[in-house]
């Protein structure tokens, strides 16, 4: 009431180019199984520990500045964006999520999931890392099937919200590293029942 002006403090970071600051503090998984579909939901702590907004570069295969990219399994559905994103700045491929935020210093949350159909009694899902990664931590929702990993080691099982999971943990993965999750011991469908699941996939 006694002022005509009001001081406004404003934090503004130049910018850069280089995802050398860009990391993922942890990655976790979660795999569940129903009806010949495995669900995977994909959680990311992205991390940038530089004291510029990260803008990203051009993607070749969209044509646009993007900042992070997640690569998608060849045979998974449509995924589903839970937290993190701006939808109208992400764009979803064939095999591939992209969003085109800058990224300011700081840490971020990134969940999405997705679906995979299956056919034999054992499966391999292969994630690429197109970031380094400090931390993988992979849970499966099943005491029956079996759970593996090359590049992961196996943990005693966890107790979550009374919920009982088979638990896979890695650290330090570089930047092109990929990880693969094996299940065995799969409930392989009848011929008949696959074009059932094949439309409850594309429902979903």
């Known amino acids: 009431a006694d002022s005509t002006t009001l001081p406004l ?22 795999v569940t199984v129903t009806d010949g579909l495995l669900t ?28 992070l990219s997640f690569v998608l399994p060849n045979n998974s559905g449509q995924p589903d964006l839970m937290q993190g994103f701006d939808k109208n700045k992400a764009f979803i491929t064939r095999n591939a999520i992209f969003d085109s935020q800058p990224m300011l210093p700081g840490a971020k949350e990134y969940m999405f999931a997705y679906h995979v159909g299956y056919t034999g009694a054992t499966y391999t899902v292969r994630r690429p890392l197109l970031l380094p990664v400090k931390q993988v931590d ?29 638990r896979l943990l890695g650290y330090d993965m570089v930047r092109g590293e990929a990880i693969d999750i094996t299940l065995s011991g799969l409930w392989v469908p009848r011929e008949q ?12």
């Open 193 to 204: 029942e696959y074009l059932r699941i094949g439309g409850i996939g594309l429902a979903v």
């Open 40 to 67: 995977l939901i994909e959680h990311y702590d992205v991390v940038n520990s530089g004291n510029r907004t990260y803008i990203g570069t051009e993607s070749s295969q969209l044509r646009q500045r993007t900042t």
């Open 138 to 166: 992979v849970l499966l929702r099943s005491d029956s099937l079996g759970l593996a990993s090359r590049r992961l080691s196996k943990e005693p099982p966890t107790t979550i919200n009374g919920q009982r999971f088979q």
């Open 9 to 30: 403090n404003l934090t503004v970071y130049e910018t850069t180019d280089s995802p050398s600051a860009i990391q993922v503090s942890r990655l976790g998984v979660v």
